[in-house]
């Protein structure tokens, strides 16, 4: 087994996170509505070689919400592997939102281990691109989903709220 800790910061406050990270889960919910499910398109750089070259793969993430251990607190239990048998690291693991310096962004953290494909024992350098850049690709994805939607809801918000309008009654006498 092998460790794997990504993290990206993401333009939203961290009050709020929970809930558009709670919308990123159920625009990728599958019919059960306890597991989210992403297919994610994966390159790895693999440096070192004589030549060149990078491996392409798709894999499929699942994410199961986790009962929060603290109010607000948003986790969830990550698994990915291959879309289609083959060489490719298998990860479990954790998404955690944290706080960072600012009110307005949060960190996803996604941490875990994985195991190198029986292909890679011994020269795990490919699983290890690999890994990491799902985690990547992961993250990415969830990312631009929270911060498009907190614009959306704040556009809606905006829209909502009308300038006041004030009524004078006339009489004529």
Request: net charge positive; with cysteine.
């Amino acid at each position: 087994m092998s460790r794997v800790e990504q993290s990206i910061a993401v333009h939203c406050p961290l009050t709020i996170g929970p809930t558009h990270l709670g919308n990123w889960f159920r625009a990728h919910a599958l019919p059960d509505g306890e597991t989210a499910s992403i297919e994610l398109e994966v390159a790895a750089p693999i440096i070192g070689l004589t030549k060149a070259m990078s491996v392409h793969r798709s894999a499929i993430a699942t994410l199961r919400s986790v009962p929060p251990p603290t109010s607000g607190e948003a986790r969830y239990r990550v698994h990915w592997g291959p879309k289609i048998a083959g060489p490719f690291p298998l990860f479990t693991g954790e998404l955690v939102l944290e706080a960072v310096s600012t009110r307005d962004s949060l960190s996803l953290r996604l941490h875990g281990n994985y195991a190198p494909p029986p292909a890679f024992l011994g020269h795990d350098v490919i699983g290890n691109r690999l890994a990491v850049a799902t985690a990547h690709q992961l993250l990415l994805g969830i990312r631009d989903f929270v911060e498009r939607d907190l614009r959306v809801e704040r556009a809606r918000d905006r829209s909502k709220r009308t300038t006041p309008s004030y009524e004078v009654s006339a009489t004529l006498e």
